[in-house]
């Protein structure tokens, strides 16, 4: 599975952005794609993730009523789209493919085993 991420870019706070991954490959194994981010000298952090079958969505605490994880089948590409940012919302954003099929682990960075090249969001105050 190959992912491609995009949309990235600087914004001031309040803006908003949306990310898109396209994936390509083995798609049909899909579980679920997620979005995780990074900011300069912190761990990797759970952001969303959506179940490809059905469409079930879940969010981290701080981005929830913000963000919203979306996908369209038919491009195999999933979207985030980014309202009232935050300077913390500051970060290197990666999409990521998981077909370990477990829901208890959907938000857990080992259950994704396909990661695209990661986008910068930058927010300033």
């Given amino acids: 599975v ?6 990235g870019g600087l914004v001031q706070a309040g803006g908003s952005l949306r990310l898109s991954c396209a ?11 997620g979005w995780f981010r990074q900011a300069p000298g912190k761990e990797r952090e ?4 959506i179940k490809w079958s059905g469409g ?5 605490d701080s981005v929830k009523g913000r963000f919203t994880v979306s996908r369209d089948n038919a491009k195999t590409t999933v979207y985030l789209q980014m309202n009232s940012l935050k300077p913390e919302d500051t970060a290197v954003y990666y999409c990521a493919h998981n077909m370990r099929g477990i829901l208890s682990t959907i938000m857990t960075f080992s259950s994704y085993g396909y990661w695209g090249q990661g986008t910068l969001v930058t927010v300033s105050s």
């Fill in 23 to 33: 994936a390509s490959g083995r798609t049909f194994s899909t579980y679920a794609m």
């Fill in 46 to 49: 759970f952001v969303a993730a």
């Fill in 56 to 60: 079930s969505t879940y969010y981290a």
């Fill in 2 to 7: 190959q992912l491609q991420a995009s949309g």
